[in-house]
């Protein structure tokens, strides 16, 4: 059967603000924790970025793009076009509205902005699987989501 303290966490999550607190006494150390704000650098954001690192280090991932033949540059243009247009929104909503124009909650303002970016980027990951399917076979999907990984928490460390 529950303990006491665990009816009181579940009956915390479900109350609403008419309610009047009450005061509650704690015995153990595990209630009395506090919430710390979240480090921006951890375990996780570091084995991303080394992950994305190694593995475009070991696969050539730079002159493997460049210079081979098999990519299939129709699909890869494609894919590139709408990755520039999903970085080019993301740096739209950032620069601009958030640093220049001071707000924060820019998807309200422009409820399409994350929309657009989403379906372009998912129709961007489709061409880049497809156009760079001929070269890393069944692995590429494993190599472009852990350069995306790397990309983003590379980016969430600058800002």
């Known amino acids: 059967m529950a303990e006491f ?3 009181m966490k579940l009956r915390r999550r479900f109350k609403t603000n008419d309610e ?4 509650e006494k704690t015995a153990g150390p595990d209630e ?8 921006r650098i ?9 992950a994305s690192v190694a593995l475009t280090y070991y696969v ?3 002159s ?5 033949t098999d990519i299939h540059s129709w699909w890869f243009s494609v894919g590139l076009v709408l990755l520039g247009l999903c970085l080019g929104l993301a740096a739209f909503c950032i620069v601009y509205l958030e640093w220049f124009r001071g707000i924060r909650h820019y998807e309200q303002e422009y409820p399409a902005v994350p ?8 129709a961007a990951s489709c061409s880049l699987n497809i156009a760079l399917w001929p070269v890393w076979s069944f692995f590429t999907p ?3 989501f852990t350069q995306f990984m790397g990309m983003v928490m590379l980016i969430s460390l600058l800002g």
């Open 5 to 7: 303290s665990e009816f």
């Open 20 to 23: 009047p607190e009450e005061e």
């Open 32 to 39: 009395a924790v506090e919430l710390k704000a979240s480090a």
């Open 42 to 50: 951890n375990r996780h954001s570091v084995f991303w970025i080394l």
């Open 60 to 62: 050539d991932f730079f």
């Open 64 to 68: 493997v793009v460049l210079n081979h």
């Open 115 to 122: 929309a657009v970016t989403t379906a372009a980027f998912i």
């Open 142 to 144: 494993v190599i472009l």
